[in-house]
Protein backbone atom coordinates (compact mmCIF):
# COMPACT_ATOMS: atom_id res chain seq x y z
CA UNK A 1 0.00 0.00 0.00
CA UNK A 2 1.68 3.24 -0.53
CA UNK A 3 -1.01 5.37 0.63
CA UNK A 4 -0.61 7.50 3.57
CA UNK A 5 -0.28 5.94 6.75
CA UNK A 6 -0.63 6.46 10.16
CA UNK A 7 -0.05 5.33 13.58
CA UNK A 8 -1.99 4.58 15.87
CA UNK A 9 -5.09 4.26 14.50
CA UNK A 10 -6.81 4.87 18.13
CA UNK A 11 -5.02 5.54 21.32
CA UNK A 12 -6.90 5.54 24.71
CA UNK A 13 -5.26 8.03 27.28
CA UNK A 14 -5.64 9.18 30.66
CA UNK A 15 -5.95 13.27 31.05
CA UNK A 16 -2.28 14.44 31.71
CA UNK A 17 0.02 11.98 30.25
CA UNK A 18 1.72 12.36 26.34
CA UNK A 19 1.33 11.00 23.28
CA UNK A 20 2.79 10.83 20.32
CA UNK A 21 1.62 9.77 16.72
CA UNK A 22 3.05 9.06 13.22
CA UNK A 23 2.65 9.77 9.75
CA UNK A 24 4.28 8.36 6.74
CA UNK A 25 3.62 10.33 3.52
CA UNK A 26 3.22 9.22 0.43
CA UNK A 27 7.08 9.16 -0.48
CA UNK A 28 7.24 11.68 -3.36
CA UNK A 29 4.99 13.93 -1.93
CA UNK A 30 7.57 17.24 -0.05
CA UNK A 31 4.58 18.63 1.97
CA UNK A 32 3.12 17.15 4.72
CA UNK A 33 -0.42 18.70 6.77
CA UNK A 34 -1.48 17.52 9.99
CA UNK A 35 -5.57 18.14 10.84
CA UNK A 36 -7.78 17.80 14.02
CA UNK A 37 -11.75 16.45 13.16
CA UNK A 38 -14.19 16.34 16.06
CA UNK A 39 -17.64 14.70 15.52
CA UNK A 40 -19.75 16.48 12.77
CA UNK A 41 -17.42 19.09 12.35
CA UNK A 42 -15.03 19.30 8.82
CA UNK A 43 -11.42 19.16 9.52
CA UNK A 44 -9.55 21.70 11.25
CA UNK A 45 -6.03 22.73 9.76
CA UNK A 46 -2.98 22.39 12.25
CA UNK A 47 0.03 23.18 10.73
CA UNK A 48 1.89 21.97 6.98
CA UNK A 49 5.70 20.70 6.16
CA UNK A 50 7.50 21.59 3.08
CA UNK A 51 10.04 18.65 3.01
CA UNK A 52 11.19 19.49 6.51
CA UNK A 53 10.51 22.86 7.35
CA UNK A 54 7.24 23.95 9.61
CA UNK A 55 5.84 26.52 7.01
CA UNK A 56 2.99 27.59 9.38
CA UNK A 57 0.95 26.66 12.23
CA UNK A 58 -2.33 27.58 13.35
CA UNK A 59 -3.30 29.46 16.22
CA UNK A 60 -5.84 26.20 17.62
CA UNK A 61 -1.92 24.24 18.25
CA UNK A 62 -1.88 25.30 21.45
CA UNK A 63 1.73 25.00 23.43
CA UNK A 64 1.11 21.29 24.70
CA UNK A 65 1.24 20.20 20.65
CA UNK A 66 4.07 20.10 18.95
CA UNK A 67 4.84 18.59 14.88
CA UNK A 68 8.30 17.41 13.66
CA UNK A 69 9.41 16.25 10.59
CA UNK A 70 12.90 15.67 11.20
CA UNK A 71 14.31 14.28 7.68
CA UNK A 72 11.18 15.37 5.56
CA UNK A 73 9.73 12.59 5.35
CA UNK A 74 7.71 10.98 8.34
CA UNK A 75 6.13 13.12 10.54
CA UNK A 76 4.78 12.62 14.57
CA UNK A 77 2.79 15.10 16.29
CA UNK A 78 2.82 15.17 20.03
CA UNK A 79 0.48 16.24 22.47
CA UNK A 80 1.65 16.86 26.15
CA UNK A 81 -0.84 16.75 29.19
CA UNK A 82 -3.50 15.77 27.07
CA UNK A 83 -7.14 17.26 28.23
CA UNK A 84 -10.48 15.76 27.44
CA UNK A 85 -11.22 18.49 24.53
CA UNK A 86 -7.82 16.84 22.87
CA UNK A 87 -9.98 13.96 21.82
CA UNK A 88 -10.93 14.22 18.24
CA UNK A 89 -9.30 12.21 15.19
CA UNK A 90 -5.93 13.40 14.18
CA UNK A 91 -5.97 13.18 10.27
CA UNK A 92 -2.55 13.85 8.07
CA UNK A 93 -2.29 14.38 4.55
CA UNK A 94 0.57 14.86 2.14
CA UNK A 95 0.56 16.03 -1.52
CA UNK A 96 2.77 17.57 -4.08
CA UNK A 97 4.26 21.21 -3.84
CA UNK A 98 1.93 22.69 -7.24
CA UNK A 99 -1.32 20.76 -6.56
CA UNK A 100 -4.35 21.28 -4.33
CA UNK A 101 -4.96 17.23 -4.00
CA UNK A 102 -4.01 16.29 -0.62
CA UNK A 103 -4.31 12.30 -0.03
CA UNK A 104 -5.14 11.86 3.34
CA UNK A 105 -4.28 8.40 6.20
CA UNK A 106 -7.16 7.22 7.84
CA UNK A 107 -6.54 9.28 11.09
CA UNK A 108 -5.70 8.38 14.06
CA UNK A 109 -8.39 8.73 16.96
CA UNK A 110 -7.87 9.65 20.11
CA UNK A 111 -9.66 9.52 23.91
CA UNK A 112 -8.52 10.61 26.95
CA UNK A 113 -10.58 9.84 29.62
CA UNK B 1 -9.17 33.13 2.66
CA UNK B 2 -12.50 32.37 1.16
CA UNK B 3 -14.96 31.07 3.44
CA UNK B 4 -17.50 28.81 1.88
CA UNK B 5 -21.30 28.40 2.42
CA UNK B 6 -23.00 25.21 1.52
CA UNK B 7 -25.68 23.37 2.29
CA UNK B 8 -25.86 21.30 5.90
CA UNK B 9 -27.49 18.05 4.03
CA UNK B 10 -29.11 16.99 0.85
CA UNK B 11 -31.43 14.06 0.35
CA UNK B 12 -31.18 11.80 -3.37
CA UNK B 13 -32.44 8.73 -4.76
CA UNK B 14 -30.03 6.28 -6.50
CA UNK B 15 -29.32 6.87 -10.08
CA UNK B 16 -30.55 10.59 -9.89
CA UNK B 17 -28.31 13.93 -10.51
CA UNK B 18 -27.20 15.22 -7.49
CA UNK B 19 -25.78 18.91 -7.57
CA UNK B 20 -24.25 20.61 -4.80
CA UNK B 21 -23.77 24.76 -5.14
CA UNK B 22 -21.06 26.26 -2.58
CA UNK B 23 -20.72 29.37 -2.23
CA UNK B 24 -17.41 31.48 -1.71
CA UNK B 25 -18.13 35.61 -2.57
CA UNK B 26 -14.60 36.60 -1.44
CA UNK B 27 -12.84 34.18 -3.61
CA UNK B 28 -8.64 35.50 -4.45
CA UNK B 29 -7.78 35.65 -8.40
CA UNK B 30 -5.08 33.11 -7.52
CA UNK B 31 -7.80 30.67 -5.81
CA UNK B 32 -8.72 27.02 -6.81
CA UNK B 33 -11.94 25.05 -5.86
CA UNK B 34 -11.61 21.91 -5.01
CA UNK B 35 -14.11 19.17 -3.80
CA UNK B 36 -13.40 16.49 -1.33
CA UNK B 37 -15.44 13.25 -0.20
CA UNK B 38 -15.59 12.04 3.20
CA UNK B 39 -16.89 8.53 4.32
CA UNK B 40 -17.69 8.09 8.52
CA UNK B 41 -14.15 6.86 10.25
CA UNK B 42 -12.25 7.67 7.12
CA UNK B 43 -9.50 10.47 5.63
CA UNK B 44 -11.34 12.59 3.12
CA UNK B 45 -10.85 11.84 -0.17
CA UNK B 46 -10.18 14.41 -3.74
CA UNK B 47 -12.77 14.37 -5.72
CA UNK B 48 -12.10 17.65 -8.34
CA UNK B 49 -10.58 20.79 -8.65
CA UNK B 50 -10.86 23.48 -11.15
CA UNK B 51 -10.12 27.56 -11.47
CA UNK B 52 -13.03 28.62 -13.93
CA UNK B 53 -15.85 27.30 -16.55
CA UNK B 54 -16.48 23.48 -16.37
CA UNK B 55 -13.93 20.56 -15.25
CA UNK B 56 -14.94 16.63 -15.44
CA UNK B 57 -13.41 13.59 -14.54
CA UNK B 58 -14.53 10.00 -14.69
CA UNK B 59 -16.54 10.69 -10.94
CA UNK B 60 -18.07 13.73 -10.98
CA UNK B 61 -18.61 17.48 -12.84
CA UNK B 62 -17.53 20.79 -11.93
CA UNK B 63 -19.29 24.17 -12.88
CA UNK B 64 -17.77 27.38 -12.50
CA UNK B 65 -19.44 30.51 -13.55
CA UNK B 66 -17.78 33.12 -14.91
CA UNK B 67 -17.67 35.51 -11.61
CA UNK B 68 -16.29 32.63 -9.57
CA UNK B 69 -18.25 33.41 -6.72
CA UNK B 70 -19.97 29.92 -6.42
CA UNK B 71 -19.61 26.52 -8.00
CA UNK B 72 -21.96 23.47 -8.60
CA UNK B 73 -20.41 19.73 -7.54
CA UNK B 74 -22.40 17.55 -9.82
CA UNK B 75 -22.78 13.88 -9.37
CA UNK B 76 -24.08 11.58 -11.97
CA UNK B 77 -26.40 9.11 -11.38
CA UNK B 78 -26.13 8.46 -7.70
CA UNK B 79 -25.48 5.11 -5.72
CA UNK B 80 -25.86 4.35 -2.04
CA UNK B 81 -22.29 4.16 -1.86
CA UNK B 82 -22.44 7.71 -2.58
CA UNK B 83 -24.00 9.03 0.83
CA UNK B 84 -21.10 11.05 2.13
CA UNK B 85 -20.13 14.39 3.39
CA UNK B 86 -19.14 16.72 0.75
CA UNK B 87 -16.70 19.72 1.39
CA UNK B 88 -15.84 22.68 -1.08
CA UNK B 89 -12.73 24.54 -0.60
CA UNK B 90 -10.86 27.27 -1.75
CA UNK B 91 -7.39 28.05 -1.21
CA UNK B 92 -4.10 29.00 -3.38
CA UNK B 93 -2.87 26.33 -5.25
CA UNK B 94 0.64 25.74 -4.96
CA UNK B 95 1.77 28.77 -3.27
CA UNK B 96 3.27 29.38 -0.64
CA UNK B 97 0.52 29.03 1.87
CA UNK B 98 -1.26 26.29 0.46
CA UNK B 99 -3.28 25.03 3.87
CA UNK B 100 -6.90 24.41 2.83
CA UNK B 101 -9.92 25.17 5.40
CA UNK B 102 -12.51 22.79 5.48
CA UNK B 103 -15.94 24.10 6.72
CA UNK B 104 -18.95 21.82 8.16
CA UNK B 105 -20.09 19.86 4.76
CA UNK B 106 -22.70 19.18 3.24
CA UNK B 107 -23.78 15.83 4.11
CA UNK B 108 -25.63 13.65 0.82
CA UNK B 109 -28.27 10.91 1.63
CA UNK B 110 -29.15 8.74 -0.85
CA UNK B 111 -31.73 6.42 -0.58
CA UNK B 112 -33.02 3.39 -2.48
Known amino acids: DTGVSQDPRHKITKRGQNVTFRCDPISEHNRLYWYRQTLGQGPEFLTYFQNEAQLEKSRLLSDRFSAERPKGSFSTLEIQRTEQGDSAMYLCASSLQNTGELFFGEGSRLTVL | LAKTTQPISMDSYEGQEVNITCSHN???????ITWYQQFPSQGPRFIIQGYKTKVTNEVASLFIPADRKSSTLSLPRVSLSDTAVYYCLVGLHGGATNKLIFGTGTLLAVQP
Open chain 2, 26 to 32: NIATNDY
